[in-house]
């Protein structure tokens, strides 16, 4: 037990000096911004305007992500904006909370009809609760952040 | 329980070799149904995650998505039908990725996946912790599990 111990903490502090080394070369990324980008852009547009390169396919254009705060009294509405990425709150053109059009990167509950291994497949090696709460967080804030005053 | 039973005396070479030959095959055959079933699961939970939701569970086109699109989506199941009879895999793999085809024509319908993928990767490791040839690396891995995932959907 003790061993075993030992061996999980060296371990961890190999991956946390490994991940840190090029951590100090380079300025840290935007998270937020990288998961924006990956998982709404094609719809909402690299600038959240709602003018993405898929937005000619759908038959409700996407929305003006820049407005949020303007459209709910100067307000950010941070709790919708949570939920609706979480999937708790359903909008027909983001598909159901079972199958959202992003995928299960924002899914921190259960995923029906994917096998055990899928989740460490979509998250290698990281608890999913957390990567997923935080990963809701970086793009909430980034939303935030882009509002227009 | 009773499994004892007579066999028929035979040399201990041959029993060794036949011993080895069980063992080899057994091996084998393991190998190749963890390798299939690994391919298959992790094919088909990209196919959930990515695809799924315009293309459906059965990759029909009939995903809760595909009413709020202007075209339907593809039926993915007679890809192979519709090529005479012939998986067009490079094909298949570059609609997919998406990065040449944009090139080409600019927009599309369909999500750039081989982008999204890398930027997906690169946010899990914001630091920089993974080389740009090793997140192409990966990302032409979960492209070629996709294909691989359509192959197995494909109607004969």
Redesign the interface.
């Known amino acids: 037990m003790k061993e075993s111990y030992v061996l999980e903490g060296a371990l961890v502090a190999c991956l946390i000096v490994g991940s840190n080394v090029p951590g100090w070369a380079q300025q840290p990324m935007d998270a937020g911004k990288l998961e924006y980008q990956a998982s709404c852009a094609a719809c909402h547009g690299a600038d959240g305007k709602g003018a993405g390169p898929v937005a000619a396919a759908l038959t409700t254009k996407p929305a003006d992500l820049t407005t949020l705060s303007k459209k709910n009294n100067g307000v950010f509405p941070f709790g919708r904006i949570y939920d609706i990425i979480d999937g708790r709150t359903e909008l027909k053109s983001h598909g159901t909370r079972e199958m959202p059009i992003w995928g299960f990167r924002f899914s921190p509950a259960p995923i029906p009809g994917l096998s055990t291994q899928a989740p460490y497949f979509l998250d290698p090696l990281f608890d999913r609760e957390p990567v997923i709460r935080s990963r809701i967080l970086a793009v909430v804030d980034y939303l935030y952040r882009i509002q227009e005053k | 329980m009773q499994l004892e039973y007579k066999v028929p005396p035979a040399s201990p070479m041959r029993a060794i070799l036949i011993a080895l030959f069980i063992v080899v095959v057994a091996v084998l055959s393991c190998v190749d149904i963890a390798k299939a079933q690994m391919g298959a ?2 094919g ?3 196919f ?3 695809c ?3 293309h459906g ?1 059965t990759g029909k086109g009939n ?3 595909a ?5 339907a989506p593809a039926d993915l199941t007679v890809i192979q039908k519709k090529n005479g009879g012939v998986f067009p895999l490079a094909f298949v793999y570059d609609v997919i990725d998406g990065r040449i085809q ?1 090139m080409v024509h ?7 996946w081989g982008e ?1 993928y890398k ?2 990767l ?8 993974v080389s740009d040839d090793l997140a192409e690396l990966m990302v032409r891995a979960r492209i070629l599990m996709l294909t691989e995932y359509l192959y197995s959907l494909q109607e004969k």
Do not use: Q, W
Request: charged share 30%; proline share 8%.
């Open positions: 699961v992790f088909k939970d990209e959930i995650n990515s799924a939701s315009c569970v995903g809760p998505l009413k709020s699109l202007t075209h944009v600019g927009s599309r319908e369909m999500p750039v999204r930027r997906e690169k946010a899990l490791t914001p630091r920089g912790e």
